[in-house]
């Protein structure tokens, strides 16, 4: 027996320890002694009781001696990486947008504005065909985003269309979902794309007072009204609309939850939100600056208790979709897998949504005989954390999988490197939060 | 632009050589101007519609690319994507045959060993269970053993629940039953052949050479039985699988002999027919097959096959050989493994429900890299990880090597005895295999030596 390279101690009070293993997503309370005893790899000296040993055993905090724990890390992470259960198409229909958004990491649609033309989306519904026959795979997401992707309503109708036919005949089953800012989102729009889109998703940011101060129009008039007006066009229909909802506080939610309310919104069926928070700064910061980013974080877990709270006070935890702090990430991004695709205007192809228009991170381009993948496509595809500075004996490896590509190439100039960002500053506070969060009353007394 | 790191330059007399391109496939005739500016990278020399062709074939490619990456990803995807769950069960290791060759005996298998039905039931479970899993959109269900139909109605039960489990999930579904033919009855057959998709036979030559190394326990050839079993067969339209081991002393009339005798039962012309030709090899091939040994009897095999192949098309089977570069029985096969078993989502389950990583030591416990258990799920050993997660890009030998896409590095879970004891000589045996593809494909070019 040898104890576990992926055991992390959190102290709790003076003389106990939360004991988390990563890579089997366990949690344990240890005092001191036990802390000793795992860390020295004295086990079988000192753990004499049969079932705490299997308790250990099952935990995956102690492991046998001819287990190799990293390469049992690069099975799973190789098998996450390479053998996806579905494919997903990120398609930009268009950089430009109707509003401005203050935050907006793509300079709301004013630095590109570029939308595809008809020959780019013809090689796009091919390219996605093509693809996803050799992915190999049985279901397929479409997200049609942008700029906002109903300033190009012919496009979006036209990829719906096509590959939901073209899923009914292959048996493919096909999840279109459109990210608009719903300002255009117009009786027109509804009736060609509903047939087949599986859900809309929209942003509201707070209350209609603060939303309206930064989801504006070019000419500074607030969007929340029509947002709200366009979006019960949708209501009750068996396209869900899915709101994300940005809020700096519980007050904040607080206020939008009965705004909505008020509109009649809590009684559709076919409605459900998540709660996010924004960045107000831009891209380059959000990829280099790591103290912006833990500021970021830091507020999220923050707040998440009292916007529980008011969740659960006002009746709307049924449609909440709460985020996972347990997911554990052994690919440090689900688009860094294989079956990822962002597909811009342009016909290009990226790995990330937020690097999408930006030339250097570009991996791909749909030609008319098909796509041309270039190197960083491979670079990302074969980025293995094992091999990578700092990561293999890393006990936070199995949560964080290596950390960002394009923040690793941006500080790095490599795909194949580390980074690390705030992932060691901040997983233990989440730990501890998750853990209250689903055992109230054990650590009712424990300040986070 | 630079030269590929994949480029395999062969002489092929004095002024002119052949560059194959190991990860693309592609090949191309250079005179020795050519030859060199492309070894030494003097891209300068090579005029722009040349330069063109060059870089559409993959024999130069843009400065940045690192095609160590290309090869690696090509290998993990082939190696953990499971589009295709595919599992070979065998229902039992024993067998009513003595084949002198036959590896299953050289490794002291207990032959008695059959699956009883509650581990079958694991088993079916395992495989539904595993499909889900894996995402899978296609089954693959081979029946092997020992002789898989001296257990026919596990073979039966196994097939049929998975066959209709998968028709029920909208999943495509492929089963093969390697037999030696010797137990296909008509009633056998008619039971099993809605679950079945294909039949594996093997001819051991014609019916003289056949007897002497195919027969039952008491001595009598086999060779009339299993034509009369692949007449059956071949009656229905199941895919049939005939494999023709080339022995020592075989000769080209001896196996004109033999696709008389098939011909005979009406299969020249037949859809749905596949032939191939295999050196009878060692048992312990796959472990050593870098071995100088090894090479050189595997040279003289390759230089046999592709007077077979024209032989046989001339005899008009040409349709039913499957030898084209890319091709399943090809000299260049392209796969991106060194072995189609060692690979996520593919199992080789014995009767004991227990899992490895190869059929040629399937039932030798030792070799075992995990088990079914009881509700249906995988347990697997820490040799399990260990095998599967080796990859020739971390061999210091490979690594580096123009013809890793083609060898791949070998079996990975040979024993460490086994590993290149007098150095890789897998080079030399896909420069022939390289030419031997080439003039079989394209016999008009001259080649020199």
Redesign the interface.
Known sequence: MKSSMYNLFVPIDESEYVLYNFLNDSALIVDEDMKLCIEKGELNSSISNQSVKETLLNCGVIVHDDINERKLYLYRYNIEKYAPSYSLFIVLTTFACNLSCPYCYEGSGEILNSSMDEQTLLKVIDFIKKTTHEDGTREIAIKLYGGEPLLCLDSCYAISKELSKWGDENNIKVNIVLQTNGTLLNENAVRLLTPYLAAVEVTLDGPPESHNKSRCYKNGDGSYEDILRNISLLAGSKTSILLRLNVENSDGLGLLLDNLDKNGLKSWPNLSFYTAHISYYDLCEFFTNDELCLKDINTVLEIRPSLLRVIYEKGWQSKYHMYNMRKQKLVSCNNEKRGRYVVDPLGDIYKCVFTAGDKAHRVGVIKDGGVEWNSAYYDILTRNPLDMEGCADCVYLPNCGGGCASRAFLNKESFNASYCGPIKRIMSKRILLYLKEIYPEKFSRLVI | MKSSIYNICIQTDGCNSIIFNALKGTSILVDSEMKTAIESNSLEMICPEDLFTLVDSGFLV?D???ER??Y??EH??N??????SSFLVLPTLSCNLSCPYCYEDSLNISRSRSMDRNIAENVTNFIKNQVME????SVVLGLYGGEPLLESDLCIQIAESISKWTMSR?LNYFSALTTNGTMLSQETFDKLRPFISSVHFTLDGPEEEHNKMRFYKGGRGTYSDLMKAISLAGESNIHLTVRIHIGDRTGQGDFAKVLGDLEAIGLRGRPRTYLYFMPIEPKDECFNTSSKKSLRRKLKNIELLPCIWNMARELGWGESLHVDAGQEHSLLPFSRLPCGFLK??CYVIDPSARLYSCPSVAGIERYSVGSISQDGTAIWL?SY??A??ASPTDATACKDCSHLPLCNGGCPVRPSSAQEPDGCHLKEFYNKKILTHLAHKYPTLIWGT
């Open positions: 843009e940045d690319l690192d990456n290309v690696a990803f993990n995807q190696k953990y994507s499971t589009d295709i894996n995402h899978s959109r909208g996520n989502g820490p990880y260990d599967i997660t």
